[in-house]
T-cell receptor
Framework: GAVVSQHPSRVICKSGTSVKIECRSLDFQATTMFWYRQFPKQSLMLMATSNEGSKATYEQGVEKDKFLINHASLTLSTLTVTSAHPEDSSFYIC???????????FGEGSRLTVL | GEDVEQSLFLSVREGDSSVINCTYTDSSSTYLYWYKQEPGAGLQLLTYIFSNMDMKQDQRLTVLLNKKDKHLSLRIADTQTGDSAIYFCAAGGSARQLTFGSGTQLTVLP
C-alpha cells in the first residue's frame, strides 16, 4: 500500500531553537497533506491542511507563525516548529491524501522533546 | 461539524473476538476508517468502508456499518496479543479531512 514517511522519528532540542519535520509520500503524489498533534493517551488534533503550491490552512487556535508549514512539491510537506518551548513537546503526525479514492495514509510520527 | 465517539477501553481474552464500536453524527460522511496505533508509533490504516456498503471483511477484520444509526463497528476475530493497541475510528468525506474518535484502548489478556 501507499507509504508515508516522516523524518526524524525522534528529536530533542533546546528551548528557543527551531525544528523541522519532513513528511514524504513515497509511492504516490499527495495533493493534500495534514499535520496533527497528539498528546499522550489522546486522539489526534488536526493542526493544519497543506495543499501543494498554496498556503496552508490552519485550524483555530494553531499559531501559523509558530508552526510553519511548507508543501513545496507533490511528495513533500514540512512542519517547522519555530522558537520551540517545552509545551511544544508532543507527538506530531502527518498524513497524505492521494488522488482518486481520498484514502489517508499516515506517517510513523515524530516525537519532539523540547528541553 | 462531525462528531465521532468511541468507548475508551476494551479488554478481551486471547482467542476471543473483539468488537470495537463507533458512532458518528454527519450522515454525509462517505468514508469511514479504522486505524491502529501501537505505542510510540503513527497510525496504521487497517481498513475502511464506503457509506454505500454494509459490511467489509478482510481476513480477521470485519467492518459493519449501520448507516441509519450512524454506527460503525470493527470486529477482530481470534484476537491475539499483538492486536493490543489503540484503535481509532474516523469519518469524513472525500473533499474533507477526517474527524477522529478518541480511540479505544484494546487490551488482550493471555
Amino acid at each position: 500500500g501507499a507509504v508515508v514517511s516522516q523524518h526524524p522519528s525522534r528529536v530533542i532540542c533546546k528551548s528557543g531553537t527551531s525544528v523541522k519535520i519532513e513528511c514524504r509520500s513515497l509511492d504516490f503524489q499527495a495533493t493534500t497533506m495534514f499535520w496533527y498533534r497528539q498528546f499522550p493517551k489522546q486522539s489526534l488534533m488536526l493542526m493544519a491542511t497543506s495543499n501543494e503550491g498554496s498556503k496552508a490552512t490552519y485550524e483555530q487556535g494553531v499559531e501559523k507563525d509558530k508552526f510553519l508549514i511548507n508543501h513545496a512539491s507533490l511528495t513533500l510537506s514540512t512542519l517547522t516548529v519555530t522558537s520551540a518551548h517545552p509545551e511544544d513537546s508532543s507527538f506530531y503526525i502527518c498524513s497524505a491524501r492521494g488522488q482518486g479514492t481520498g484514502e489517508l495514509f499516515f506517517g510513523e510520527g515524530s516525537r519532539l522533546t523540547v528541553l | 461539524g462531525e462528531d465521532v465517539e468511541q468507548s475508551l477501553f476494551l479488554s478481551v481474552r486471547e482467542g476471543d473476538s473483539s468488537v470495537i464500536n463507533c458512532t458518528y453524527t454527519d450522515s454525509s460522511s462517505t468514508y469511514l476508517y479504522w486505524y491502529k496505533q501501537e505505542p510510540g508509533a503513527g497510525l496504521q490504516l487497517l481498513t475502511y468502508i464506503f457509506s454505500n456498503m454494509d459490511m467489509k471483511q478482510d481476513q480477521r477484520l470485519t467492518v459493519l456499518l449501520n448507516k441509519k444509526d450512524k454506527h460503525l463497528s470493527l470486529r477482530i476475530a481470534d484476537t491475539q496479543t499483538g492486536d493490543s493497541a489503540i484503535y481509532f475510528c474516523a469519518a469524513g468525506g472525500s473533499a474533507r479531512q477526517l474527524t477522529f474518535g478518541s480511540g479505544t484502548q484494546l487490551t488482550v489478556l493471555p
